[in-house]
């Protein structure tokens, strides 16, 4: 059953990132790319971790596809249906995509990973609380450094978008 | 039953697709969000070798976590940029934007 809908996740991912690639819309782009963080959510799901899907779609669907969605409109005029999408080295680029794919999943396929495991899939627990505690224990410094760095995003974008002052005056 | 392969091969897969985008687009807001697909595969990754190597911990996913914010403020700066950039040149085509070379 878990397979199921494995494979059913799996294959709405794909598609709709195969879909995200080869889109000549950049709008159409960006809402494939919001259809593959749902099917990423459903793979956390499966895999036990609902705090991480929960974010995903808080973080991803919530606020970076429509901060992308944003810009995407305000820089609309050149993003246009008749304006070229692809550059000119799309063949090569299939060729590296694809062997470097093949190469992962050759590698995946050839190595043994079970005697390697200490174990399977475990039995559903919630593991948010744990999560929360690694956070303000174990994981506080890398915590408090990612904090700092959020700030400075937003004020270095601030900083960026922003119109001199200079130039009103 | 789910083993670990089938989640690094479609780990994989998305991180294909996602180099293929980031060569192939002009628009860098295209590029961007090939990023993120990127990031998602690596998270996927994460996460999974987390569940089926440390059943009892829950190292990939605060991985998985440290990796979205970082992620987030990539694609914030990223945009930013962007717009920047297409406020003074009128352009958001990555094959465009030379103003940095000599």
């Known amino acids: 059953m878990a397979l199921v809908i494995f494979y059913l996740l799996s294959f709405l991912t794909v598609v709709a990132a195969i879909l995200m690639v080869t889109s000549r819309n950049i709008f159409h782009s960006a809402l494939y790319l919001a259809a593959v963080l749902f099917g990423v959510a459903g793979i956390f799901v499966l895999l036990n971790s609902y705090f991480l899907a929960g974010i995903q779609v808080l973080i991803y669907i919530g606020a970076v596809i429509v901060l992308t969605i944003f810009v995407i409109n305000l820089t609309h005029k050149i993003t246009g249906a008749d304006v070229p999408q692809f550059n000119k080295q799309i063949v090569p680029a299939f060729v590296v995509s694809l062997l470097s794919t093949v190469l992962i999943i050759l590698a995946v396929l050839k190595t043994d990973w079970f005697h390697r495991m200490q174990g399977g899939n475990v039995a559903i627990v919630d593991n948010t609380a744990l999560i929360g505690k690694q956070f303000l224990t174990d994981f506080i410094i890398p915590f408090e450094v990612i904090s700092v760095l959020l700030l400075a995003a937003l004020i270095g974008a601030i900083v960026l978008v922003a119109k001199d002052r200079g130039d009103e005056k | ?102």
């Open chain 2, 1 to 102: 039953m789910i083993t670990l392969g089938h989640y690094v091969v479609l780990s994989a897969i998305l991180f294909g697709i996602g180099i293929f985008g980031i060569l192939t687009r002009r628009n860098a807001i295209g590029i961007l969000m090939s990023l993120e697909l990127m990031f998602n595969a690596v998270n996927i990754n994460m996460v999974s070798f987390s569940k089926f190597f440390t059943p009892e911990g829950v190292y990939g996913e605060l991985f998985a976590i440290f990796i979205i914010a970082v992620a987030a403020a990539e694609s914030v700066l990223g945009l930013a940029i962007i717009l920047a950039i297409y406020r003074k040149k009128q352009t958001v085509n990555a094959d465009e934007m030379n103003i940095m070379k000599y």
